[in-house]
């Protein structure tokens, strides 16, 4: 199993939390950026620095990921693909998206995405917090547990 980070808008909190799991449970954590991300020295850490231009992360995530695979990402559709391919896919808030709710998530980026087109103003994210550490964290160990059977 590899964990794929798709690196460009993760929380820097999020990836030392992945930094400190993948060295726990010795799994390789590639981070997928179109621009050179900060790691630190490990053999389980990798970083993969892919061209500049739309989804050429989620691109190269999807085209190299397996599906024994974790992937951390708010993308919904990467998540998307992702979970058609097989893998586990989360995102930095914890939240797991699945075959049951995968689309749901589609439908909503979408409307929501039409509304902002349409000038209605739907406001962002709440901003990253504690508790959304705290949960990401969580699902994070339940899913390595899961997947290495531990």
Known sequence: MRIWVDADACPN?????????AERVQQKCILVANQAISIPPSKWIERQVVQSGFDEADNYIVDNLVPED???????????DCVEKGAVAINPRGEEYTRENIRQRLN???FMEQMRSSGIQTGGPQAFNQQDRMAFANSLDRILARKLGQ
């Open 13 to 21: 909190v999020i990836k030392q939390i992945l930094f400190r799991a």
């Open 108 to 110: 909503m980026r979408d």
């Open 70 to 80: 974790l992937v951390i990402t708010a993308d919904i559709p990467l998540a998307s």
